[in-house]
C-alpha cells in the first residue's frame, strides 16, 4: 500500500514513522494487524526508531503486563520477513481483550523489517466501550442481566454469621445464572451483592430464584431482584454474525436492539479465512503430470476433498488428449453429487496450465473434472489419491448422479486457487469472490463449428450465479444478421418471462456485442442469431433450451438437448452493503463517462401548447453515450402518470422497450430521476397523462416520432411530426460500467446510487389511521429506484396477523409475475420486518396483513391491489388513492466493482462510514476547511470543531501570563462527544510561541510547574476518559514565524526560554510513540506550500492548502480502522 511518498503508520499500542520522501515502503493489512517490510533505504530510519524505542523501554515496559513483554520478545526474534510473521499472527489475534495494553512490534536493530500489530489493543478496546460478545440471537433481543441494584431483603433467621456467602440459583430461563453474594451478622442477611449479572437473550425473562444455603440454619431470607438490560438505552454490545466471520455492533434502542451500520469487527474465523486466503493454495496435481495411459471415455472425476472456505480456481492443470474439458462445482450427499455451476474451457494434447479459468468453489462443495476425449490416470500410487467417478451415459449429466469410490490410482488433474484480497470477507462472498463471471466458454475459445439455426432463441440452462449485469457476449455466425439478446426468468411453473431485452446487427462470424442489461441470480440468457448460431453438435455439453418463437411472458421452451454451443457471457456482479464512500486512488475524474442534455436546457422547459395525454412519444435524438437517464424535465396540463421508456431502434425499424418507470406528477413543469441504464444509441419514449406540452406541430426543425399504444417488443411507431417538445433529459456517462463522481483531489469516490433508499413515509412516522382490508394484498404505485435488497418494512395493522410479501414485477402488458415471497408474524400495530428480499429496479413491493395494513383513503398515491396472491402474470383488481402507513428501505448494490475493486481492497477505508468525531486544537483547527473535506473523505457522520484560537495544550506558571496559564486545548476535552469513534488533536504552534517548558517524556504533571510532556499525558488520559472507544490522531503543527521580515519560518527560530520548533515537534511524536497514538507530522507540509499560501504566515488560507492538509491526513487514516 502507497502513502503518496510519506508512509506514517500508527496502530493502537505502538507508533513508528517509516522513511520520509523516498523511502519505498509495501503494507499487507490483515483486519487489524498490518505488517511492513521497508526497503533498505529506511534501514537508516528504522535503527533510530529502535534507538529511541529502547530509551523509552522502561516506560513502555511499565504499561505492559510480563505476558505482552514476552509476546514482544518472541515476535522481535523470530519476525525476519512475511512469512515467519504469518506464523504467528494466529497466537496474536487470539489474545484476550482484557489485555488492554497489549502490543506487538518488532523494533529490530537490522533495520531490515519492522512489524507492528495492534489486534489486541483494538480488541480491549472494543470491549471497554461495549457491554460484551453476544451470540447471534443478540441481533434481535437486546441482552438483559440481573441489575446490580438489589431491591428490598427478607432478613430471615437463625443465619451462621460471615460475610461474601454465594448465593445459589435455582428455576428461570437464563442462560447464564447471575453470581452474587451476602452477608450475615445477628443471624440475619444484612446485604445483598450481585457480582455477576448473568444473562438472557429472549423476548420473556423470567428471573432465577437466589438461595441462601452457604449460611448454615439460615431460613427465610430473600431479596427482590430486578432484570434489566446489560447494555443500558443508548449504550452498545456485540452480537456475532449469522455466518461467523465478525461480530456486528449493536445499540440499545430503548428496549429494542439497533444495528449500527459499519461497525463490525472480525472472529478468529474470519482472520483464519483471511490467512487460508491468503497465499496461492493447490489442490490435486499440480502439475499435472503426463504418466500412466490415457483414459477415453465416460468417467466425471471428483476430487474427494471439500472446499474449506470460499476459493476461486485461477488456473486448471490437466493432462490429456485436446478437446474441450468441463469444470464443474457442486455438492454431495452420500454417494450422490449435484451440480450446482460449470465452466467449459479447451484444452491441448499433453499437459496443460489453462489460465483465468476465474471459477468460484465455495466452502463445503467439491470440484468435478470432465473430458471427453481422455485424461492420463495412473494405478498404484497409494493412499489419499482416491477419487470418486461417475459412469453414466456418454453425456455430461444435469442435476444429480450417483458415485462410485475408486482407490489406488490417480487422474492427473489439479487447481490453483487465487491469492484473494484479504479484505473481502467482509463483503459479500459471492460477488467478492468471483469479480466477472463467465457463462458458457471463455470468450477466446469460441470458434466456427457447425451452423443451428436461424431461427430459434437458444438458452444454455447454465444460470448466472451471482446478482449482475451482462457487459458481453461472444457468439459466431455462419453470416452476418441481427443478435437478439433476452435476459430470462424460469418460473416456478417451467415456463419463461423475459426481462430485459436488446437487439445488435453484427457481421458473420465471430462478434461479441455488449448487452449491459440487468440480470439476477438464477436468471438465464437467450439469443437468438439470425446469421445462425454455431454448436458442436448435438448429445455433447451442457443442456440447451430453446424456443421456436420469441419468449416473451410465461413462455413454454418448444424443446431442450446437450449440445456445446459457441458462445462466451460475462456477468459483472454488484456488491451489497459496502457504503457509498469508497476510496479509489486509480480512479479520476476525467476517468468518468461526460454529462449530456437532450431537447432543450431544463431552465427553458415551460407552458406551451397541450399536446396529448395518450400517446407515447418518442425525439430522434438518441443518447450520445453509455450511461444512465438522471433526469427528466417536462410541462403538462395537469397532474398525471408519467411512464418513461428506453428504446432500442431495432433493423427493420421497429423499437423495442429495454427499460421503464413509472412517476407520479404533479401538474406544470416537473423533473423527475428515472435512473434507467441507457446505451449510446438509444432514445429516451414517454407518456405524460396529464397531457405533454409542444409548440404545436410544424414547429422547429426536430422530428418527433409517436405510438398509438404502449411500445412493447419490435413496435412500429404510428406517426412522426416536426415539433419543438417542451422536455429536457440529462444522460450521465459511465465508464467501463462505472457510474461515479469523483473528487480526485482527495481521492474520493462515490458510487451511485446510495446504499439506502426509503420508500413511503420514515419509519418513524408510520401510525394508525384507518384499516384497509385483511383480504388483499396491497401494493402502492412507487417502483423501486435500483437493483437492491429490501431490508426491512414497516407497517401499522389494526390486529396482531401475519405481513405475506411479495415483490412482483410489471410486464409488458401490465401483468404482474412475483419473483421472491416472504410471510413474517407480527405484533398488533406498528411492526417492522427485516425481509431481505432482492429487488430489482422498476419492481414493486405488495402485501397482505391479515391484522388490516392502515392507510388515509382518497389522499396520497394511486394504491393498486390483488383479490389473491399475485403470481404468474396476475392482473391488478383494482385502484384508488390512499396514503398506506408502511416504510420500505432499501439497500442498493453497486455496479462496476469489478472495474476497480483490485484498487479498492487496499486503498478502501470504508469502516469510518457513519461514524461520530471530533477535532480538538488551534486557529488551525478552529473554522478550518480541512475538517469538512477530512469528514466527507472518511464518510463520518459528524466531525464537530471545538478549536480554540491562541489554544494551549500544556499549562504552566507563565513569567507574565500568571499561574496556570494556558490549558485551553485540555478544556475543550469536555465538549467531546462521548460516542465519539475519532478525535483529532491538533497542537503545538502557541505552545512554542509562548515558551512552554519543554520537560522530559517521563513528566506527567501539567499544572504549577508542568512540562509540555506532562500535559500531552494529562490531554490523553482526558480524552480516553471522555470517548473510551475514540482513536486519538494527534498533529504537530507546522513553525510559525517570528513575525519579522522576511519570515523565514525557520526551525531556527527560538522562543522566549531558548527552545526550536522542532523539539515540541519532536516531542509530541515521540509521545505519540509512548502512549499507542496515531501521530500526523503536518509540519512537513510546509515544503509543498509558497510563501503566498501563508496569509499571516501562520495560517493557511481555503483553497489549495487546506485541500493539502485533508489529503495529508487522509492519505494517512488510509488502511486504519476504527478501534470499535
Known amino acids: 500500500m502507497s502513502f503518496d511518498n510519506t508512509a506514517i503508520l500508527y496502530t493502537e499500542g505502538v507508533a513508528a514513522v517509516i522513511g520520509y520522501e523516498a523511502d519505498p515502503v509495501v503494507s499487507v493489512a490483515l483486519s487489524n494487524i498490518t505488517i511492513i517490510n521497508t526497503a533498505d533505504g529506511a534501514s537508516a530510519e528504522a ?14 515496559n511499565a504499561a505492559q503486563t510480563t505476558t505482552d513483554r514476552g509476546v514482544v520478545e518472541v515476535v522481535a526474534a523470530e519476525f525476519g520477513d512475511l512469512g515467519s510473521a504469518m506464523t504467528a499472527i494466529t497466537a496474536a489475534v487470539s489474545t484476550t481483550a482484557g489485555n488492554a495494553a497489549t502490543t506487538i512490534s518488532n523494533a529490530a536493530s537490522t533495520a531490515a523489517d519492522v512489524v507492528s500489530t495492534h489486534a489486541d489493543a483494538a480488541s480491549a478496546a472494543l470491549a471497554k466501550i461495549a457491554a460484551g460478545f453476544f451470540p447471534l440471537s443478540a441481533a434481535a433481543n437486546v441482552p438483559r442481566g440481573i441489575s446490580n441494584l438489589v431491591g428490598a431483603i427478607t432478613a430471615g433467621s437463625g443465619g451462621t454469621t460471615g460475610n461474601d456467602f454465594a448465593l445459589t440459583w435455582s428455576g428461570g430461563n437464563f442462560s447464564v445464572n447471575p453470581t ?19 444473562e438472557y437473550i429472549g423476548a420473556a425473562p423470567s ?12 431460613t427465610g431470607a430473600a431479596v427482590a431482584l430486578t432484570v434489566t438490560f446489560l447494555a443500558g438505552s443508548g449504550q452498545s454490545y456485540w452480537a456475532l454474525s449469522s455466518d461467523g466471520f465478525y461480530n456486528q455492533l449493536y445499540k440499545n434502542n430503548a428496549g429494542t436492539s439497533l444495528i449500527v451500520a459499519g461497525v463490525t469487527t472480525p472472529t478468529k474465523a474470519s482472520i483464519d479465512l483471511n490467512i487460508g486466503n491468503m497465499g496461492v493454495a493447490t489442490l490435486g496435481q499440480v502439475p499435472a503430470p503426463t504418466t500412466g495411459a490415457i483414459t477415453v471415455g465416460t468417467n466425471w472425476y471428483v476430487i474427494p476433498v471439500a472446499i474449506d472456505v470460499n476459493k476461486v480456481v485461477d488456473i486448471l492443470h490437466v493432462s490429456g488428449n485436446a478437446g474441450p474439458v468441463w469444470l464443474y462445482a457442486g455438492t454431495k450427499s452420500g454417494s450422490n453429487f449435484t451440480i450446482l455451476r460449470s465452466k467449459r474451457l479447451k484444452m491441448a494434447a499433453g499437459v496443460n496450465a489453462l489460465t483465468g479459468v476465474d471459477f468460484s468453489v465455495f466452502a463445503g462443495e467439491y470440484l468435478m473434472v470432465y ?89 444454455p440452462m447454465a444460470a448466472s450465479q451471482v446478482d449482475g449485469f451482462l457487459t458481453s457476449m461472444s457468439v459466431y455466425g455462419t453470416s452476418a444478421g441481427d443478435i437478439m439478446v433476452r435476459i430470462m426468468t424460469r418460473n416456478s411453473d417451467g415456463t419463461f418471462t423475459v426481462t430485459g431485452a436488446i437487439d445488435f446487427s453484427v457481421a458473420a462470424g465471430k462478434v461479441t456485442v455488449t448487452p449491459n442489461l440487468p440480470i439476477a441470480k438464477g436468471q438465464f440468457v437467450c439469443w437468438r442469431h439470425t446469421g445462425t448460431s454455431h454448436y458442436d453438435g448435438s448429445n455433447t455439453g451442457e443442456t440447451v433450451s430453446y424456443f421456436n418463437t420469441e419468449p416473451t411472458v410465461n413462455s413454454t421452451r418448444s424443446a431442450a438437448f446437450l449440445a456445446n454451443l459457441q458462445f462466451s457471457a ?11 464512500t469508497l476510496t479509489a486512488r486509480m480512479v479520476t475524474a476525467e476517468a468518468i463517462g461526460n454529462t449530456s442534455v437532450l431537447g432543450m436546457a ?28 438522471t433526469s427528466l424535465t417536462l410541462y403538462g396540463t395537469s397532474s398525471g402518470l408519467l411512464t418513461v421508456l428506453i428504446a432500442t431502434k431495432n433493423t427493420d425499424g421497429t423499437f423495442t422497450i429495454t427499460a421503464q418507470a413509472e412517476i407520479n406528477v404533479a401538474a406544470g413543469k416537473v423533473t423527475v430521476a428515472p435512473d434507467l441504464p441507457i446505451a449510446k444509441g438509444q432514445y429516451v419514449c414517454w407518456q405524460h397523462t396529464g397531457v405533454q406540452h409542444y409548440d404545436g406541430a410544424g414547429t422547429g426543425i426536430v422530428t418527433v416520432g409517436y405510438f398509438n399504444a404502449k411500445p412493447t417488443t419490435n413496435t412500429a411507431q404510428s406517426a412522426q411530426l416536426i415539433a419543438n417538445l417542451q422536455w429536457s433529459a440529462t444522460i450521465e456517462g459511465t465508464y467501463n460500467g462505472l457510474r461515479a463522481v469523483s473528487d480526485r483531489r482527495l481521492n474520493v469516490l462515490e458510487i451511485g446510487p446510495s446504499s439506502t433508499s426509503v420508500l413511503g413515509k420514515a419509519a418513524a412516522s408510520v ?25 426491512s418494512l414497516t407497517v401499522y395493522g389494526t390486529t396482531a396477523g401475519t405481513v405475506t410479501l411479495a415483490i412482483l414485477t410489471k410486464n409488458l402488458d401490465g401483468t404482474f409475475t412475483t419473483t421472491a415471497t416472504g410471510a413474517f408474524s407480527v405484533g398488533a400495530g406498528k411492526a417492522t420486518i427485516v425481509p431481505n428480499l432482492p429487488v430489482i429496479k422498476g419492481q414493486y413491493l405488495c402485501w397482505k396483513h391479515s391484522g388490516s395494513n392502515h392507510y388515509t383513503a382518497a389522499t396520497g398515491i394511486p394504491l393498486f391491489y390483488f383479490a389473491t396472491q399475485p403470481s404468474v402474470n396476475t392482473p391488478i383488481f383494482s385502484q384508488l388513492l390512499g396514503a398506506l402507513e408502511y416504510s420500505a428501505t432499501i439497500d442498493g448494490v453497486f455496479k462496476g466493482v469489478s472495474t476497480i475493486l483490485s484498487g479498492l481492497t487496499s486503498n478502501a477505508n470504508v469502516d469510518w462510514v457513519g461514524l461520530d468525531g471530533d477535532c480538538i486544537g488551534t486557529s488551525l483547527t478552529a473554522g478550518d476547511d480541512w475538517i469538512t473535506l477530512v469528514k466527507n473523505g472518511l464518510g463520518l457522520a459528524t466531525l464537530v470543531d471545538h478549536g480554540v484560537g491562541g489554544g494551549k495544550m500544556a499549562k504552566w506558571d507563565h513569567p507574565t501570563g500568571g499561574l496556570n496559564y494556558g490549558g485551553e486545548i485540555l478544556a475543550a476535552v469536555a465538549n467531546i462527544n462521548p460516542l465519539s469513534k475519532i478525535v483529532f488533536a491538533e497542537f503545538g504552534v502557541n505552545d512554542w510561541w509562548n515558551g512552554a517548558p519543554l520537560g522530559v517524556p517521563s513528566d506527567r504533571l501539567n499544572t504549577a510547574a508542568g512540562t509540555y510532556y506532562g500535559g500531552m499525558r494529562e490531554l490523553y488520559a482526558a480524552i480516553h476518559a471522555r470517548a473510551p472507544g475514540a ?28 527552545r526550536y520548533p522542532w523539539e515540541y515537534q519532536e516531542a509530541m511524536r515521540i509521545s505519540a510513540m509512548m502512549n499507542g497514538l496515531l501521530f500526523v507530522p503536518l509540519y512537513m507540509l510546509r515544503g509543498f506550500w509558497t510563501p503566498t499560501e501563508y496569509q499571516d504566515h501562520v495560517h493557511p488560507p481555503v483553497g489549495n492548502p487546506q485541500l493539502r492538509t485533508a489529503k495529508f491526513i487522509l492519505n494517512t487514516m488510509r488502511g486504519i480502522s476504527p478501534l470499535s
Request: aromatic fraction near 8%; proline fraction near 6%; glycine fraction near 10%.
Open 570 to 580: 460475462t456477468v459483472e456482479p454488484t456488491i451489497r452493503g459496502v457504503g457509498t
Open 207 to 218: 428471573a432465577p430464584t437466589p438461595g441462601f444455603g452457604a449460611s448454615a440454619g439460615l
Open 602 to 629: 431544463a431552465a427553458s422547459v415551460a407552458a406551451s401548447t397541450a399536446w396529448s395525454g395518450l400517446v407515447w412519444i418518442l425525439p430522434k435524438e438518441r443518447s450520445p453515450a453509455d450511461g444512465f437517464l
Open 371 to 459: 473430458a471427453p476425449l481422455g485424461l492420463y490416470k495412473t494405478t498404484g500410487l497409494g493412499a489419499g489419491v482416491d477419487y470418486w467417478t461417475a459412469t453414466t451415459t456418454a453425456v455430461i449429466p444435469n442435476s444429480a448422479f450417483a458415485l462410485t469410490v475408486t482407490t489406488g490410482s490417480r487422474f492427473d488433474v489439479g487447481v490453483t486457487f487465487k491469492s484473494l484480497p484479504l479484505n473481502e470477507t467482509t463483503i459479500d462472498h459471492e460477488a467478492a469472490l468471483t469479480r466477472q463471471r463467465t457463462l458458457g466458454m471463455l470468450a477466446a475459445d469460441v470458434v466456427a463449428s457447425t451452423g443451428w439455426s436461424a431461427a430459434v432463441f437458444m438458452c
Open 767 to 791: 401510525a394508525a389511521a384507518s384499516p384497509f382490508s385483511n383480504l388483499y394484498f396491497i401494493s402502492p404505485q412507487v417502483a423501486v429506484p435500483y437493483n437492491g435488497f429490501l431490508s
Open 47 to 60: 535503527s533510530r526508531i529502535a534507538a529511541e524505542a529502547a530509551a523509552v523501554q522502561s516506560e513502555t
Open 180 to 198: 452474587g453474594v451476602f452477608d450475615v451478622a445477628g443471624g440475619i442477611v444484612t446485604a445483598v451483592r450481585i457480582t455477576g449479572p448473568g
Open 1031 to 1058: 482513536m486519538i490522531v494527534v498533529m504537530a503543527d507546522w513553525n510559525t514565524s517570528s513575525n519579522v521580515p522576511p519570515y523565514t519560518q525557520e526551525s531556527e527560530d527560538q522562543n522566549t526560554v531558548g
